[in-house]
């Protein structure tokens, strides 16, 4: 089988093509980049030795893919995943929109022409950020929690947030590309006949990630800890009680090795991905975890709440564990692990990745 990956020497483009070569015996790999990244040459010299084939391109350049091979299916992995991406102080809105929406139409064609099946990496970001703030929570004093007596609204669970929970705008800039991404996916799969899955997954975290005060967070926040970096809880009180479930993409990596050996027509297409409720975690809890790794910090309280900041986000696996027989394999305990491991091997990590 022959894949093409977007964005490849990204952390999820390059980590999953490792994890399918590991998972699949003869399994062609290669992918597009265009290296933008602080830190992404360190991915693409360790690709290479995997025996990826690497394709320096844009895939905002209808150009760049006529360098591409034929592949039987693509996982598009390349975006700018920052939530604030097209805000003042971020990279452009024009360039959110070039980045994230227009270039999609470019990995359709691609599909189109060679008959490959599509994987779309999307977000939980897609959700309404009203509904998403609505959500009936539980104060506790170190994270935020569901409160069930209240009443979940449509597309919420125990387990968490649903394909079918609210999307309605505003989502964010980000968000709404990633949205449109789908829709025209699903579009494109239908109008000329080759299959396309959708994995909305939740914070996507592991070692050697170059995470950032705005993506990554689990990365970054380890990383500056263990260096003393000032860190600060923006919004709810300040208090780093907002809540987010983490997932290894490796883990991600299974799941769509599992679509992509899945022959169905028609049916669901969207799924949530991600650590779920026993892979979740707050900001104070990860702090606490640090501390007794790396010994007390002090995080500064930062009151002000930015425009897209939400209380509380995990995904329910219950679509993909029915249909794909699919959950996460990767406890919380030893993804923190993995990443502090890392952290603690590499003095200049930060540096690296442009901080």
Known sequence: MKILITGICG???????????ERREGLTVAGIDNLHRPGSEINRLRLRKRGVKFIQGDIRLASDFELLPAADWVIDAAANPSVLAGLPGNVSSRQLF???????VNVLEYCKRH????????????????????????????????????????GVSVRGIGA????????????????????????????FGFPVWIDRCGVLAGPGQF???????????????????????IGFEGTGRQVRDVLHPRDLAELLDL?????????????????????????????????ARFGALAVTADENERPYDIPWVVMDNADCERHFGWQPDTPLAALLDEIALHAEQHEDWLERSGL
């Open 211 to 233: 995470g950032t005060p705005e993506q990554g967070i689990f990365a970054y926040w380890i990383n500056a800890h263990l260096r003393r970096r000032p860190l600060r809880y």
């Open 98 to 104: 070039e980045h994230n929406l227009a270039s999609i």
């Open 11 to 21: 952390f999820a483009g390059s980590a999953i093509a490792e994890a399918l070569l």
């Open 164 to 191: 079918g929970f609210s999307t309605s705008a505003p989502v964010s800039l980000y968000g709404a590309t990633k949205l449109a991404c789908e829709a025209m996916a699903l579009e494109y799969g239908e109008a």
């Open 115 to 154: 008959r490959a099946g599509l994987l779309l990496v999307s977000s939980s970001r897609v959700y309404s950020i009203p509904a998403l703030k609505s959500l009936p929570l539980k104060h506790n004093w170190d994270a935020f929690s569901l409160d069930q007596a209240a009443g979940l609204p449509p």
């Open 259 to 291: 679509q992509m050996r899945r022959e169905r027509a028609g049916g669901q297409r969207i799924y949530t991905a991600g650590g779920g409720p026993e892979n979740a975690m707050s900001l104070a809890q990860l702090t606490a975890w640090c501390d």
